[in-house]
């Protein structure tokens, strides 16, 4: 593997692990639990620029998409959770200046979104899957062993949420 191919696995790793993190701190609340869906691809179901209200797994999915094409993070944030969302927002974008720097691009469509079991307001959402990350022209498939992401329904669009 190239270096330039490393370097940007590198950063991508590093970049949803200090996702995870910020995100450990979800709260939690009561209601009643329904079956969530599992979504799949980059494209996520968004209106201007705010996560889909009906799926769990829009939000992650658009926040994801949002992370790797350059796009505004803060529209898939939460805002009941200011400081862990501005931890979110800062980490993204030096995430973004390093792809960006880089040259690299990163498609989301091999990551899958299992929004499992919705609980009141509140959901984890389970990203797993494949990123294809390119540099230089060259693509390789980087298997993406998950992560849970927080989302939190805040009137009435799902939101990450950390």
Do not use: H
């Amino acid at each position: 593997m190239r270096g330039s191919t490393r370097y940007s696995l590198f950063v991508a790793a590093i970049v949803l692990a200090l996702f995870a993190a910020a995100c450990g701190g979800a709260s939690t609340s009561t209601g009643s639990a329904t079956t969530g869906g599992s979504t799949t691809g980059a494209a996520a179901s968004t209106t201007g620029g705010a996560a889909a209200a009906g799926n769990p797994g829009d939000a992650a999915k658009g926040f994801l998409n949002a992370v790797f094409t350059g796009g505004d993070v803060n529209s898939f944030l939460c805002t009941s959770n200011a400081t862990a969302a501005q931890a979110i927002s800062t980490a993204m974008s030096q995430m973004k200046a390093g792809l960006t720097a880089s040259g690299a691009t990163i498609d989301t469509s091999g990551l899958t979104f299992d929004a499992g079991t919705v609980s009141g307001d509140t959901a984890t959402v389970k990203v797993s899957g494949s990123l294809k990350v390119t540099v230089a022209g060259t693509s390789t498939d980087a298997p993406y062993s998950g992560v849970s992401i927080p989302v939190k329904n805040e009137s009435g669009n799902w939101k990450v949420c950390g």
